[in-house]
């Protein structure tokens, strides 16, 4: 059984910025990797500290807490420079990661496909490579634990050519799962099937969502993996459906976002996440029953904006209405044009989901 390590997470409160939602959203991911949270400190800062990230009586007091707390790991809410993790770990003398570290270590831990798993140590060994010789201390101690995963657990005196090296050969094997995913795509594209590609936040119900249509309206009965936990799964699904005119449809279920998430994740995954792209029309799930719907709403279609698919026509599907009400949510959604209330367990909801949908092809197909 994994042991559960006890962590401080630390974040800084910057001038017009909440870092609430953002904080726990970390509770969160902590979790996810197997962690629980004792306590969380939070400093206010006109600037981030170069040489800490925090400031230096700050860190003293970190130092403190966790000494007193005999916490096993420290979780910063932002990416540290490598040189602020060696400065840190120097004067806490504990695990210290960062909030890229951790979600690295969660996809390493969901990872099932061959091109998952390869997807995310090419990000580990791409974030890890400048931080080797701060991490080095706590790499080398028994049970390692969240952050250590995957690339982490290999020997210290891999060197950075040996890296090198492993990142050029995972490279190439990406290249050509992609040149084999381009040839499927272009298939896809010649029969004039749409598709429709369901984006969302991490734990928004996509894959719930995907499996409800599956089970009534397509010959297939292979379900996508789906469970109430962030990043469940990491692998681009697709899935045949047939409308009720009769169309036949190609549904897409892509990973979830997160805030703040990881810039070589995105890189490593940019040609899984690009699916998004070559889609008809997009389904943008929302939690409606999530508190922090603003930063989640957001962040996704930020991330659609990034990858260049915000031209796509997109229903924006306001799921788990069975957890909430349409007069709780207090969100506004002026900017959501196209919208549906639903719960994904609810079989009259996706019915009107699908008819929402093929309205949407039809109009987008004339």
Avoid: C, W
């Avoid at 800084?12 to 910025?17: A, G, H, K, M, T």
């Avoid at 400065?87 to 996809?107: H, P």
């Avoid at 995963?149 to 290249?175: A, V």
Wanted: glycine residues 4%.
């Amino acid at each position: 059984m994994e042991n559960i390590e006890k962590t401080l997470i630390v974040g800084v409160e910057l001038p017009s910025e909440d870092i609430e939602d953002s904080l726990d959203e970390l509770k969160e991911l902590v979790k996810a990797a197997g962690g629980e949270v004792l306590a969380s400190v939070v400093q206010k800062r006109e600037r981030i500290d170069s040489k800490y990230y925090i400031g230096k009586g700050k860190v003293d007091e970190i130092k403190d807490i966790s000494d007193k707390m005999d916490v096993d790991l420290i979780v910063f809410n932002n990416e540290l420079s490598p040189a602020q993790l060696r400065n840190l770990e120097d004067v806490i003398n504990k695990k210290i990661i960062d909030r890229t570290t951790l979600i690295l270590d969660i996809f390493s831990k969901r990872a099932i496909s061959k091109e998952g798993k390869l997807q995310v140590e090419l990000a580990q060994l791409k974030y890890f490579m400048p931080r080797l010789t701060g991490m080095r201390d706590y790499l080398s101690r028994e049970g390692g634990g969240i952050g250590t995963r995957g690339p982490g657990e290999q020997k210290l005196e891999t060197d950075r050519r040996h890296i090198q090296k492993k990142i050029n050969n995972i490279e190439l094997k990406l290249e050509q799962i992609e040149r084999e995913r381009e040839l499927k795509r272009k298939k896809r594209t010649s029969s004039n099937i749409p598709v429709v590609a369901l984006v969302g936040y991490t734990n928004s119900g996509k894959s719930t969502i995907l499996n409800q249509i599956i089970r009534k309206h397509s010959s297939t009965d292979k379900k996508v993996y789906s469970e109430d936990m962030l990043f469940a799964t990491l692998d681009t699904a697709h899935r045949k459906a047939k409308l009720a005119n009769g169309m036949e449809v190609i549904f897409v279920d892509t990973v979830g976002f997160v805030s703040k998430l990881p810039t070589k994740l995105v890189e490593a995954f940019k040609s899984t996440l690009e699916e998004i792209k070559y889609a008809d029309l997009l389904i943008h799930v929302i939690d409606s029953s999530n508190k922090n719907i603003d930063l989640q709403v957001k962040t996704t279609l930020d991330i659609i904006k990034e990858l260049g698919a915000n031209q796509i026509p997109m229903i924006n599907v306001l799921n788990k209405i069975d957890k909430t009400s349409k007069t709780e949510l207090v969100f506004n959604m002026n900017n959501l044009d196209d919208r549906i209330f639903i719960s994904a367990l609810d079989d009259n909801d996706i019915d009107n989901l699908l008819e929402r949908i093929q309205e949407k092809l039809t109009s987008i197909k004339k």
